[in-house]
Each structure stands twice: as C-alpha cells, then as structure tokens.
C-alpha cells in the first residue's frame, strides 16, 4: 500500500509541476475554428479512445493548478457590496483587474475586479468623467457579453451607485460563468445614445476562481394541479447556489408569481433569493433557481416548495348586479357594475390580485357570450391585502342575466419540504 502511495503522490507532483504549451490556446482555438467539412471515417475505436485519453490528460495536466487558490480584496465598494459577497471580498477573493479604456464620449471605463466561479462571473467596474456623467446609465454604458476560450457568458444584471457630484459610477455586473481555460477575456458593451458597440480586453487567471462547495443530484418531483416540477441538480459555489430542474405545468405563465413560493432553507434559515429563470423546450420547461451562497458551516439544507400556481376548477352561474360580494370556494370576487357600452358589456370585478378567472362567459336567455378581452387592470391594496380590479368586455349587446365561470388559476399552497443531504 505505501509503494501504491508514493506512486501517486509522485503522479500528483508531476502533473503540479506541468504547464501548458505557449500556444496552447491559440492551437485548440484554431481547431475549433477549422472547416474540415469533410465525411467522416470510420476510425478504430481504440485509436478514438486513446485520443481521448490523451486530450483528457492534457486538459487536467492544464487546469490542476486551478485548485489552487490566490486572491486580492477589491477595494472602493463597500458602500455597494453586502452580505456573501462582501465577506468573500473582506477575504480577497477577488483578481485585481485595473483595464481601462476610455468611452465615445470621453468617460474612463475601469474594470477594477472580478469574482469568479461555477456559477458566475462577478464584475465590478468604475465610469469616472470629470465634466459629468450621463443621466440615465443606459446612455452612457451598458454591459452586454463576456467572450473568450469556450467562453461566452451573457450578463444577468447589475447594480450601480452614482458619487454626489455626478462624476462617478461604481458598479457590478453578473454574468455567466466562463471557461477555466480561459487566460484572457473580452467584455462587450454598447455606449453612447446611438449604442455603438465597443470591447475591452483583459487578463484572467483560472487559479483565483472560487471552487465549488456542493454538486449533487437532488431528483424529486413535486405534483401540482397542472403538472409537475422536478429539481435535478444543486450546485453551490461562495457567491451563488443555483437548483436546476424541469417542470411541465400548463398554466406557470397565467400568474406573475413564478417560483416566489420556493425557499432554500440553510441550517433552519432561509437563504436570499437572487432571482430565477425559465427555458421552454420541446417537451416541457427548463429552470434554475439562484440563492445566494450557503454558510461555511452547513448542517442541513431543504428545498421548502410552499406556494406555487394552482387551479381550482368550477361550475358556477353566478346572478348578475352591480356592488354585489360572491363567494368562489373560499376566494372572494366582487362585481362592481355591469354596463353596455360601444365595446359592447363591461362588466367590472374584485379579486384578490393573484388570482385569474378561467372559462368566463355571460348568458342572457339561451345565447351564450364568451370573453373578448379584459382591460384597465388596477392593483389596490385593502387592509392586508393586495386586490386586482378590472374590466370584462364581452362582443354583446343584450343584457346579460349571468356571469359562467369555469375554474380560476390561483397562488395555492403545496407545503412540500425535500431535505437535501449536506453529508
């Protein structure tokens, strides 16, 4: 066993000590940009195997050092940093970037830093122009992409504040992650109010990113009215925890509440939540949930799936007038006035705000009326609550004698809880 040892502790100190050929870069870009638009061969599958092999040894023999870790704190945010990614900066996490380039209409663009893992890139920047910066940011600068080797990560958003004397923007940007082969990377952006594009390029060392803390399956489906959401993977680096599922559900869209319903919750607390995003594919949705990062010590995690969109399905015939209170399986719709008009009958309602009405129509008689459209949508809060009021018009001239609703979309509540184990 101890020979076994000490051949591998000698593998791992040859591979510490590799380094990656010059041209290395340069090389695997021009084969990827290549054309060889030519019909393939059958090959051996060995020779196939063994050029993987190789090119495998190749990649880890280039990015060990990766696991190593040597970073900078990044100065002059203070006043924009907060929580995970000020404690990650007070422990120089950062790469010190300090590029700069000077804008169309004279303003310096400094990249001061940059934070990077799995999950992210984290920018920060400075605008400085000593006549006086643009009103609107968007007039001055705005970030678009990161590109370089196998890289080309999008921006996801950013937060800026502007000095008293409107001379100075210190900012941050979010993009994608970018490739840990990656020695140098140019950020995208458009400037000016013509929007013209402009770019700088700058250095990047793959050794100061941040390594990720948790990667693990988590595999559970959750059924709800109108389908199901399953969360695949979890993958928690220092500056973010994103969860990454599918789900099929045919009415997600009907309601502005997306996942607002799903908290991460750490050691019993919950953590913040950054946002979410949403995919379709040919057979369903893709999404990803993002929290910010987990504490350093972790001694449970659950995924808590608490609200979401639902639906209740209904058979109601509902006597129509004005300032009148119905009651639909506990969820309370007021019908204000009923009028016609030259849209034709507009009928105004009450609702909470986060519910919708489906399958609504009017009867007068034998003839039936669908809904045509729905305007003048108004949120008000009363008491302790939010309600939504609205118009119905409906193609009609006859009077209506009842209002027909067929189910309604609603925020329902699903009180799932799936531990995730931190073991």
Same mark, same amino acid.
């Given at each position: 066993?101890?020979?076994?040892?000490?051949?591998?502790?000698?593998?791992?100190?040859?591979?510490?000590?590799?380094?990656?050929?010059?041209?290395?870069?340069?090389?695997?870009? @021009?084969?990827?940009?290549?054309?060889?638009?030519?019909?393939?061969?059958?090959?051996?599958?060995?020779?196939?195997?063994?050029?993987? #092999?190789?090119?495998?040894?190749?990649?880890?023999?280039?990015?060990?050092?990766?696991?190593?870790?040597y970073?900078?704190?990044?100065?002059?945010?203070?006043?924009?940093?907060t929580?995970?990614?000020?404690?990650?900066?007070?422990?120089?996490?950062?790469?010190?970037?300090?590029?700069?380039?000077?804008?169309?209409?004279? *303003?310096e663009?400094?990249?001061?830093?940059?934070?990077?893992d799995?999950?992210?890139?984290?920018?920060?920047? *400075?605008?400085?122009?000593?006549?006086?910066?643009?009103?609107?940011?968007?007039?001055?600068?705005i970030?678009?992409?990161?590109?370089?080797?196998?890289?080309?990560?999008?921006? #996801?958003?950013?937060?800026?504040?502007?000095?008293?004397?409107g001379t100075?923007?210190?900012?941050?940007? !979010?993009?994608?992650?970018?490739?840990?082969?990656?020695?140098?990377?140019?950020?995208?952006?458009?400037?000016?109010?013509?929007?013209?594009? #402009? @770019?700088?390029?700058?250095?990047?060392?793959?050794?100061?990113?941040?390594?990720?803390?948790?990667?693990?399956?988590?595999?559970?489906?959750?059924?709800?009215?109108?389908?199901?959401?399953?969360?695949? *993977?979890i993958?928690a680096?220092?500056?973010?925890?994103?969860?990454?599922?599918?789900?099929? $559900?045919?009415?997600?869209?009907?309601?502005h509440?997306?996942?607002?319903?799903?908290k991460?919750?750490?050691?019993?607390? @919950?953590?913040?939540?950054?946002?979410?995003?949403?995919?379709?594919?040919?057979?369903?949705?893709?999404?990803?949930?993002?929290?910010?990062?987990?504490?350093?010590?972790?001694?449970?995690?659950?995924?808590?799936?608490?609200?979401? $969109?639902?639906y209740?399905?209904?058979?109601?015939?509902?006597?129509?007038?004005?300032?009148?209170?119905?009651?639909?399986?506990?969820?309370?719709?007021?019908?204000?006035? $009923?009028?016609?008009?030259?849209?034709?009958?507009?009928?105004?309602?009450?609702?909470?705000?986060?519910?919708?009405?489906d399958? $609504?129509?009017?009867?007068?008689?034998?003839?039936?009326?669908?809904?045509?459209?729905?305007?003048g949508?108004?949120?008000?809060?009363?008491?302790?609550?939010?309600?939504?009021?609205?118009?119905?018009?409906?193609?009609?001239?006859?009077?209506?004698?009842?209002?027909?609703?067929?189910?309604?979309?609603?925020?329902?509540? !699903?009180?799932?809880?799936?531990?995730?184990?931190?073991?």
């Amino acid at each position: 066993m101890k020979k076994i040892e000490e051949v591998l502790n000698e593998e791992k100190r040859r591979l510490a000590d590799m380094a990656p050929p010059p041209d290395f870069e340069a090389r695997m870009r @021009s084969a990827l940009d290549a054309k060889p638009s030519i019909k393939q061969k059958r090959r051996n599958p060995y020779v196939i195997m063994a050029a993987v #092999g190789v090119l495998c040894f190749m990649l880890i023999g280039y990015n060990y050092n990766a696991l190593a870790f040597y970073g900078k704190k990044i100065f002059g945010y203070e006043e924009i940093m907060t929580g995970t990614m000020k404690d990650l900066n007070d422990k120089g996490m950062g790469q010190i970037i300090d590029k700069k380039t000077t804008l169309s209409d004279g *303003t310096e663009l400094i990249i001061d830093g940059i934070m990077t893992d799995p999950n992210q890139l984290v920018m920060y920047y *400075t605008l400085f122009n000593p006549q006086g910066l643009e009103d609107s940011l968007d007039y001055a600068f705005i970030g678009d992409e990161i590109t370089g080797f196998l890289t080309n990560a999008h921006s #996801g958003g950013s937060m800026s504040k502007v000095n008293d004397a409107g001379t100075e923007i210190k900012g941050t940007m !979010y993009f994608d992650p970018v490739s840990p082969f990656s020695k140098k990377l140019t950020l995208h952006f458009w400037q000016g109010e013509e929007h013209r594009e #402009g @770019s700088i390029t700058f250095p990047y060392d793959p050794n100061k990113a941040m390594q990720t803390q948790i990667k693990q399956s988590i595999k559970e489906t959750v059924k709800v009215d109108k389908g199901s959401v399953t969360f695949k *993977t979890i993958t928690a680096t220092p500056t973010l925890t994103v969860i990454e599922g599918k789900m099929d $559900v045919d009415n997600f869209n009907r309601l502005h509440f997306g996942f607002e319903g799903v908290k991460l919750m750490a050691n019993g607390q @919950s953590i913040d939540n950054m946002g979410y995003g949403v995919q379709s594919t040919f057979n369903g949705s893709k999404f990803d949930l993002r929290f910010d990062g987990l504490p350093e010590e972790l001694h449970s995690l659950e995924l808590v799936f608490n609200e979401f $969109v639902g639906y209740q399905k209904l058979s109601e015939q509902i006597p129509l007038g004005n300032n009148t209170h119905h009651d639909l399986e506990g969820k309370d719709l007021w019908i204000k006035s $009923v009028v016609p008009t030259e849209r034709g009958i507009e009928i105004t309602i009450e609702t909470d705000w986060n519910l919708l009405l489906d399958g $609504v129509s009017i009867q007068s008689g034998d003839k039936v009326t669908p809904l045509k459209t729905t305007i003048g949508q108004r949120l008000d809060r009363n008491t302790d609550k939010f309600t939504s009021e609205r118009t119905m018009v409906f193609d009609t001239k006859s009077m209506p004698e009842d209002l027909l609703i067929e189910g309604f979309h609603y925020v329902k509540n !699903y009180n799932h809880k799936i531990e995730i184990p931190v073991d």
